[in-house]
């Protein structure tokens, strides 16, 4: 009798075509124990996909600086290579060789003396590609000093270089800021080198606020500490997101291998690149910055191709989907792209300063397309940047306030980097957003006790 009533129900629940009726659905799903039994991959695909709606839209996300729009093409090519393996050289020859053609372009971009013969890999992003750059500095340091603790100048940088000091013990030297000096000068540098230095590292767009570091300015500096001292230390560009901008939108700014001391670059396919997330580049100046003692030889075209990344398995489809931009897009396609983001961000830059409150740290004209603000000093207001971050949340605008490093923690900025598809009229619907949150301060005096957060994607 039980057996028959519950085939009956077998039956009804095949007939049943509603997913949110089923019976999977009417349980909340598991979260700590996986469920014995298998169950319907179409309605647990739409409960899992009804859960990631808990996520913010990241279309609306200004904080990142990674892609959020990638065209249909980049789709389907992510989807046809959902099955490789970036580090199968010898089985996906094709896929190493887009590789290489990749970090060719880029060393040429960059202005490498010897683009189709020096040394560069793809990595998962910048952060991977830090740390390998950091890794041959150490090394190359390791081969002519025995003695001492190996460290390393820098301004404000982002966690992936505290990452790097720390996992392979370098003391790490980071200029203090000031309020007034919101990134490392040539001056200040000086202070903190020694024989000991094993790279400076300027940023192409610094993370807190979007600002270039003087890369050549720095450099003319150790030049003449060299002529001083004899000690020769090396530069490696955090070019994270300025690697796909400056090339374009500044070509005259020298910040890359035209400046000798220059010896490693690295990049993120997946920010200014234009890529899916995933993609970051590394490339030395010339075959010889790259210590032999960080190189593994595999298979490849029947011959030997040299390898050096951290991850071993690593999906191929944002390479790949990186060569169709650079191809597709070329140079006049980058750039076409960038200047609009460097328009729209100008054009924030303005609304916002015809609100007269705010001063700003960045405006899009000196750096890369991010504009970030502070409250004016004497702003009589009733909220603080903490709580209009919050209140432009509840328009699903991910825009979030942080203070600053040391030693201007006490500097409260706000954010917003324009990428591809942050459309001027995305950038109008934010500004109107916020003018109504400013209304709404005005009418409702903010009760939250003032929240101190510091900058969570930086430190
Ligand atoms: C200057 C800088 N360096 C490195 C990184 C880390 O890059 P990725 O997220 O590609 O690992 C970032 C990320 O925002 C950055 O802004």
């Known amino acids: 009798m039980k057996k028959q009533s519950d085939s009956k129900k077998q039956i009804r629940d095949m007939v049943d075509d509603d997913i949110f009726a089923s019976d999977e659905l009417k349980h909340v799903l598991p979260d700590f124990k996986m469920p014995r039994r298998e169950q319907d991959a179409d309605r647990i695909y739409q409960a899992v996909r009804d859960e990631l709606m808990m996520d913010g839209n990241a279309r609306q996300n200004l904080a990142t600086f990674c892609q959020t729009w990638v065209d249909e093409n980049s789709h389907k090519l992510m989807d046809q290579s959902i099955d490789k393996n970036m580090i199968d050289k010898d ?31 793809s990595t998962t992003g910048s952060s991977e590609a830090a740390m390998l750059g950091g890794l041959a500095l150490l090394r190359k340091w390791q081969s002519t000093h025995k003695r001492g603790k190996p460290n390393l100048v820098c301004g404000p940088v982002q966690i992936c270089w505290h990452k790097f000091c720390r996992y392979w013990d370098i003391e790490m030297r980071e200029v203090p800021l000031a309020p007034d000096r919101l990134m490392m000068t040539p001056d200040e540098m000086l202070k903190y080198i020694d024989e000991n230095t094993i790279a400076v590292v300027p940023t192409l767009g610094i993370t807190y606020t979007g600002r270039y570091e003087n890369v050549e300015s720095i450099a003319r500096a150790l030049d003449a500490y060299q002529r001083k001292t004899g000690i020769d230390i090396p530069i490696h560009v955090d070019a994270a997101s300025g690697g796909f901008l400056a090339p374009f939108c500044q070509p005259e700014l020298k910040w890359d291998f035209r400046i000798p001391r220059v010896k490693s670059i690295n990049s993120s396919g997946h920010k200014f690149g234009l890529s899916p997330l995933g993609v970051g580049w590394v490339v030395w100046r010339t075959r010889q910055d790259l210590p032999d003692n960080l190189i593994f030889w595999v298979n490849y075209l029947g011959g030997n191709m040299p390898t050096f990344a951290l991850n071993f398995s690593r999906p191929a489809g944002q390479i790949i989907c990186q060569y169709y931009n650079l191809l597709h897009l070329g140079f006049e396609g980058y750039k076409r792209i960038q200047d609009a983001c460097y328009d729209t961000a100008k054009y ?29 000093k004497n702003a009589s207001v009733n909220f603080t940047l903490y709580d209009l971050a919050d209140r432009l949340r509840t328009n699903g605008w991910l825009s979030p306030a942080y203070s600053m490093p040391p030693n201007a923690q006490d500097v409260v ?28 301060f005005a009418s409702h005096p903010v009760q939250t006790p003032l929240k101190r957060g510091s900058f969570n994607h930086g430190k």
């Open 348 to 376: 924030l830059a303005r609304e916002l300063n015809k609100l007269k409150i705010f001063d700003l740290v960045a405006d899009g004209t000196d750096g890369i397309p991010a504009v970030a603000w502070r409250l004016k």
């Open 91 to 121: 089985e996906y020859p094709q896929t190493a060789e887009i590789e290489r053609r990749c970090v060719a372009m880029l060393a040429d971009l960059w202005h490498s003396p010897n683009p189709r013969t020096t040394m560069g890999c």
């Open 413 to 440: 900025v706000m954010r917003v980097l324009v990428k591809h598809g942050f459309s001027r009229d995305l950038a109008d619907l934010y500004i109107n957003d916020i003018k109504r949150a400013l209304d709404f």
